[in-house]
């Protein structure tokens, strides 16, 4: 079993930066494929991005986000990180910490999820 909770969610101004964290519980974490999703308002939850379970390991990111959001873990910790720069007002949703088997897009891929944390970005 692994539990996520996220946190660093919060109101910031275009062009500004967030970091979210998401601290897991469980041996599994370790192991497992690290994964951020966002769900924005009236829209279905959609991949941001995935890093595989080497700290230092092979990350994905949808293109919306590519050279602005970096995706990192630290094993030794049970953390994951989430460094949002320049963000844009379509960047406003709820952000989803994740735990799964491979590292994909694919929500069916993640097994765990924690309780999400909202990032709101004024225009």
């Known amino acids: 079993q692994v539990q996520l909770v996220e946190s660093g969610g919060g109101l910031v101004e275009a062009g500004g930066s967030l970091r979210l964290s998401c601290a897991a519980s469980?041996?599994?974490?370790?192991?497992?494929?690290m994964g951020w999703f966002r769900q924005a308002p009236g829209k279905e939850r959609e991949f941001v991005a995935a890093?595989?379970?080497?700290?230092?390991?092979?990350?994905s990111y949808a293109d919306s986000v590519k050279g602005r959001f970096t995706i990192s873990r630290d094993n030794t910790k049970n953390t994951g990180h989430l460094q949002m720069n320049s963000l844009k007002p379509e960047d406003t949703a709820v952000y989803y910490c994740?735990?799964?088997?491979?590292?994909?897009?694919?929500?069916?891929?993640?097994?765990?999820w924690g309780q999400g944390t909202q990032v709101i970005v004024s225009s």
């Open positions: 994740a735990a799964g088997r491979a590292l994909s897009i694919s929500q069916d891929s993640f097994d765990y």
């Open positions: 469980g041996r599994f974490f370790s192991s497992a494929v």
């Open positions: 890093i595989s379970w080497r700290s230092a390991g092979v990350t």
